[in-house]
């Protein structure tokens, strides 16, 4: 089995342009086509280093969300907590996956982080989007193939 | 894993309870945003290399046309600016005469905008205006045609404001023509806000103005705020819907204007709004 090279720096870079693309502001009729950068890059370093990167990533990097957001503290910490875990328990499956398939699991592991945070701020404020979300955790499925060939691009790199 | 997991959801129900009941973690948020201060300035960078581009290749006759247009401008302002001045003495005289307390005028600040919500259901906005500049929580936030909100969140170098038209947003109003008071409520539309509570009798009409009432003691009064559009009577219900449109860009602008009142102004960075401000006495106010 191939090894592959980890280097800290590539997590914070992919972390960092993840966050800027998810502050980028966009005109209002794209603004519900979004998708998750922050998620998918977690997700992505979770499949390569499920031994590094763990919940505990998962949870600060929804603590960062939580401040970019605007929202309660710990919300979007929690959904990301959970998708963590759920990513763990199949990463050796979805590691096999052709492309199409992952991107389909995508699809529903972002739609549980946003029905997550959605159902949250429902409940501790007045918001209510009804299923808009569904059409961001579209967008991260049909991002996903990009975000892993370019991650990979930047890993190469840094070797 | 799962004791991990557990400890995450523990650690983050935690957090959220303590978040929504108290406000311990204000300074721990404001750290985290101050250093988010690179990220946002990046993710604004699009938007500023587009302007940049688009004054690249603006022609020198557009500006000096632009230029022209402005001085013109400039001097009808300047205009009624000098009637305003001689307008509020007389106000202020008249209202000696009645013994009421004198009318407080406001300083302003410029700020820009440096940001938007990346959330459509969270409407607010960044300004890079914050604790250096003595920005203060609840201070209203204007663009050039109206209110736009008020700020919810001060760090070391930006602010966080919400707007008026957040779900979560009301402001006191009054009608311009009739002195009707009300409360519009933001619906999280950026087009829209709602008058609550408008008995099907009162006097309203559409195209009504509606300026900020200063009650509530929040926002200053008489800074127009939005126009009514459309008024719907429902035979049966005891309350007329009454939709109304912001004044203000709010998705628009990025020249704001920050409101001091007149005891938080910093007098080296302000500009007053009326001209005789300055050489007005003070020990008339309240």
């Known amino acids: ?159 | 894993m799962g004791y991990r997991l557990a400890m995450a959801v523990i650690l983050s129900v935690t957090l959220i309870i303590v978040d929504v009941r108290f406000d311990q973690l204000d300074p721990v948020r404001r750290t985290f945003s101050s250093g988010m201060i690179p990220v946002q300035w990046l993710s604004d960078l699009p938007n500023k290399l587009g302007e940049g581009l688009v004054f690249l290749f603006t022609s020198r006759d557009s500006l000096e046309e632009e230029l022209d247009l402005m001085r013109a401008r400039m001097l009808v302002l300047e205009r009624q600016s000098q009637k305003f001045a001689s307008v509020t003495a007389e106000i202020n005289r008249l209202r000696e005469l009645l013994n009421a307390s004198r009318l407080l005028d406001e300083g302003v600040v410029v700020a820009e905008l440096i940001g938007a919500s990346p959330d459509p259901d969270n409407q607010y906005i960044h300004i890079n205006k914050g604790l250096n500049q003595a920005v203060y929580l609840g201070q209203a936030v204007l663009d050039s045609h109206g209110l736009m909100g008020q700020v919810i969140e001060v760090n070391e170098f930006s602010s966080r404001v919400l707007l008026i038209s957040d779900s979560r947003h009301a402001v006191p109003v009054q009608i311009n023509r009739n002195g009707m008071r009300a409360i519009a409520y933001g619906v999280g539309t950026l087009g829209t806000l709602e008058l609550g509570n408008v008995p099907d009798t009162a006097d309203v009409k559409v195209g009504d103005l509606l300026v900020s009432s200063g009650l509530g003691g929040r926002f200053p009064q008489g800074y127009p705020v939005a126009r009514v559009t459309s008024i719907e009577h429902f035979p049966g219900r005891p309350f007329a819907s009454v939709k109304v449109s912001p004044e203000a860009q709010l998705n628009r602008s990025r020249l704001l204007l920050l409101l001091f009142k007149e005891e938080n102004l910093k007098r080296d960075q302000a500009l007053p709004v009326g001209s005789q401000a300055e050489s007005r006495p003070r020990e008339g106010a309240e």
């Not at chain 1, 603590?63 to 990463?91: E, K, T």
């Not at chain 1, 991260?140 to 190469?156: E, G, I, T």
């Open chain 1, 1 to 159: 089995m191939a090894t592959y090279f980890f280097s800290w720096l590539a997590v914070a870079i992919s972390f960092f342009v993840a966050a800027v693309l998810e502050l980028v502001s966009l005109p209002d009729m794209l603004v519900v086509l979004r998708p998750e950068w922050l998620v998918l890059t977690v997700i992505y370093w979770l499949l390569r280093h499920p031994e590094k990167v763990g919940i505990a990533i998962g949870f600060g990097t929804g603590l960062a969300m939580d401040v970019m957001s605007g929202s309660y503290f710990g919300i979007h910490a929690l959904a990301l907590s959970l998708v963590c875990y759920l990513v763990l328990g199949m990463h050796k499956r979805l590691k096999m996956f052709p492309v199409i398939q992952q991107s389909a699991v995508i699809f529903f592991i972002t739609g549980i982080h946003l029905m997550i945070v959605y159902t949250m701020r429902s409940l501790l404020s007045v918001a209510d989007s009804g299923l808009e979300y569904l059409w961001q955790a579209l967008v991260s499925a049909f991002v996903w193939p990009f975000v892993v060939v370019l991650y990979d691009r930047l890993v190469f790199a840094l070797r």
